[in-house]
């Protein structure tokens, strides 16, 4: 990057008293959408986190390759709304002529000159820096900034310019434009309680997105109706259209999506009464998302897990345990449960808590909170069906309780300290690394732990460490 100092460089932008460190990554995708051809970019956020900062310093790095130069139009000082098409031809040196409006005079100008404008501090005056923009580009800026203010919990914001950005992507005449913004608004409307106007929304949405080809954004917008249709009872019509969602994300390779819809339709069997299937699609998520490596979708496949296992009346303990390992996921994750999620989840606790009594419930809640990831894992996946073949999980009694064969009792000292080492995620090798014996020590102290307590697979060994009272290391 060449010194704004150089007088070759076309610009008005202000040197910097100190280096710009850090946020690689926001820069990289920034120049990427501004040398790309992108005719809008916004960055969009709370006040004080350095918009301002890294939007200059993105101008001054693509400075090199936009031939009519950078031009920074400070919106601060700007105070009357009408005065916006005053300053920005001021600083592109755009004259004033009688009887001619000013936003012509500036367009005239620019003409098909390739240059850069920065308007900084533009939300007071939003309307009027709009009016610079063609409808497509203005309406694709403000659904964003509604969904900015809805991401940060701030529904009455989103909602005030939502309806113009429709009006203004319908005069736009795109019609992916316009489905876009109308499963934007579907949110907000939803969120608001108002499910018609959502209803009404998504199903126009959804007609222009399969017309227009637009396969990903039908995916997300059934997905979206689905959820508003579970909300009113209508699981029938809420599965089908995740199911017609999943196909389009499994065909079209949209993994994290899928993993997002198999969550939803297991919620659906949850509330239909089928927690066998709802359990194979909270797996089919749970795989996903270690596959991949998202985990964002780790903690709603836990949950789902914990549901599915309290509502086939499986281990009340093992569940209990469940919920405590989604709710710290939860909670690590910074998330907030869905509607759904709240009120299925809060059903589960107060059965669990009448099943267990409190003192059990308490206890395998929070082992479930102290448990790794892996162990957290290996102990959702062996809730699920065994497969064919396969011995079935050894039945231990509830959490608290004395082992009716007496097989904790049998574990040697060492071999519950395997156990613990096991529970919390460590494989072999680093139980081996631990406890400072061979690999081979470790394995045939698992086969005798194996033989004690009749767990075959992992998952059952870090099931029974749960029930028998071993705390996971």
């Given at each position: 990057m060449r010194s704004l100092d150089d007088p070759a460089l076309r610009h008005n932008l202000p040197s910097q008293a100190t280096s710009f460190v850090g946020r690689a990554?926001?820069?990289?995708?920034?120049?990427?959408?501004?040398?790309?051809?992108?005719?809008?970019?916004?960055?969009?956020?709370?006040?004080?986190?350095?918009?301002?900062?890294?939007?200059?310093q993105v101008a001054a790095e693509v400075l090199d390759s936009v031939d009519d130069g950078v031009w920074l139009v400070e919106l601060a000082p700007v105070a009357e709304p009408e005065l916006v098409a005053r300053t920005v031809p001021a600083v592109l040196q755009v004259r004033e002529e009688p009887g001619q409006p000013m936003l012509s005079l500036l367009a005239a100008a620019v003409g098909d000159r390739y240059?850069?404008?920065?308007?900084?501090?533009?939300?007071?005056?939003l309307g009027?820096?709009?009016?610079?923009?063609?409808?497509?580009?203005?309406?694709?800026?403000?659904?964003?900034?509604?969904?900015?203010?809805?991401?940060?919990g701030d529904l009455p914001a989103a909602m005030a310019h939502i309806d113009e950005a429709v009006g203004l992507a319908r005069r736009a005449g795109d019609p992916r434009l316009i489905a876009y913004i109308l499963s934007r608004r579907a949110?907000?409307?939803?969120?608001?309680?108002?499910?018609?106007?959502?209803?009404?929304?998504?199903?126009?949405?959804?007609?222009?997105?399969?017309?227009?080809?637009?396969?990903?954004?039908?995916?997300?917008?059934?997905?979206?109706?689905?959820?508003?249709?579970?909300?009113?009872g209508k699981l029938r019509a809420a599965r089908a259209h995740l199911q017609e969602a999943s196909t389009l994300a499994d065909n079209l390779g949209y993994q994290n999506l899928s993993a997002g819809l198999r969550q939803n339709l297991g919620l659906v069997d949850i509330i239909d009464g089928n927690p066998r299937h709802a359990r194979r699609h909270f797996l089919d998520s749970l795989d996903t998302a270690r596959i991949t490596g998202v985990t964002a979708y780790l903690p709603g496949a836990i949950l789902g897990l914990a549901l599915a296992a309290a509502a086939a009346a499986g281990d009340p303990a093992i569940a209990a345990t469940l919920h405590g390992v989604a709710d710290e996921h939860y909670e690590q994750a910074g998330r907030a449960f869905e509607a759904l999620e709240a009120g299925q989840r809060d059903r589960d606790h107060a059965q669990l808590r009448a099943t267990l009594g409190d003192a059990a419930f308490e206890a395998a809640y929070a082992r479930g909170r102290t448990l790794s990831q892996a162990g957290a894992i290996a102990l959702a996946v062996g809730t699920a069906d065994p497969d064919p073949g396969v011995a079935p999980a050894v039945t231990l009694p509830a959490a608290g309780q004395a082992m009716a064969d007496g097989s904790a009792g049998l574990l040697s000292e060492r071999e519950r300290e395997i156990v613990a080492l096991l529970a919390g995620g460590a494989t072999d090798a680093q139980i081996a690394g631990r406890l400072f014996l061979s690999v081979n020590t470790v394995r045939s102290h698992l086969e005798r732990i194996r033989d004690k307590t009749g767990a075959r697979r992992r998952a059952e060994l870090v099931r029974y460490a749960i029930q028998a009272g071993i705390e996971a290391t």
């Open positions: 990554a926001e820069l990289a995708e920034l120049r990427s959408l501004v040398s790309g051809g992108s005719r809008l970019v916004t960055i969009a956020g709370p006040g004080g986190i350095g918009k301002s900062r890294l939007a200059l240059l850069l404008v920065v308007l900084d501090n533009a939300e007071h005056v009027a820096a709009r009016d610079l923009a063609d409808d497509a580009v203005a309406a694709d800026a403000l659904a964003q900034l509604c969904w900015l203010s809805f991401e940060h949110v907000f409307k939803s969120e608001a309680g108002d499910l018609d106007t959502a209803f009404a929304d998504n199903q126009e949405a959804i007609t222009l997105s399969r017309a227009a080809g637009d396969h990903y954004r039908l995916a997300t917008t059934l997905d979206n109706l689905a959820i508003d249709e579970q909300a009113t």
